[in-house]
């Protein structure tokens, strides 16, 4: 079982930054996956952002490329999304995840941080 804690959330005005951090602990070591995905009330949670954990190959929304960017330490088991020129509608629910496949589809992620809100204003 993988531990997922989610930080860095907040309010910004449209055109901000925020960093959101997942530190992960317990069973990593079939982690060969982690993402970001979001959710809005009303909305189905989406995928933001991949990373393949050995590799640090990364994948984005095409929603979120070129303003935001994963990475990840691997020494400290943490994952990072740094979001640049927020926009409104990016504001959700912020959750990090750890799978053993690499996919974009939430069901296939079998861990789950307790979520971050992030409000853009405009």
């Known amino acids: 079982q993988v531990q997922l804690v989610e930080s860095g959330g907040g309010l910004v005005q449209a055109g901000g930054s925020l960093r959101l951090s997942c530190a992960a602990s317990g069973r990593t070591f079939s982690t060969y996956a982690m993402g970001w995905f979001r959710q809005a009330p009303g909305k189905e949670r989406e995928f933001v952002a991949g990373i393949k954990w050995i590799t640090g190959i990364t994948s984005y929304a095409d929603s979120v490329k070129g303003r935001f960017t994963i990475s990840r330490d691997n020494a400290k088991n943490t994952m990072y999304l740094q979001m640049n020129s927020l926009k409104p509608e990016d504001t959700a629910v912020y959750y990090c995840?750890?799978?053993?496949?690499?996919?974009?589809?939430?069901?296939?992620?079998?861990?789950w941080g307790q979520g971050t809100q992030v409000t853009v204003s405009s």
């Open positions: 995840a750890a799978g053993s496949v690499v996919s974009r589809t939430p069901a296939d992620f079998r861990s």
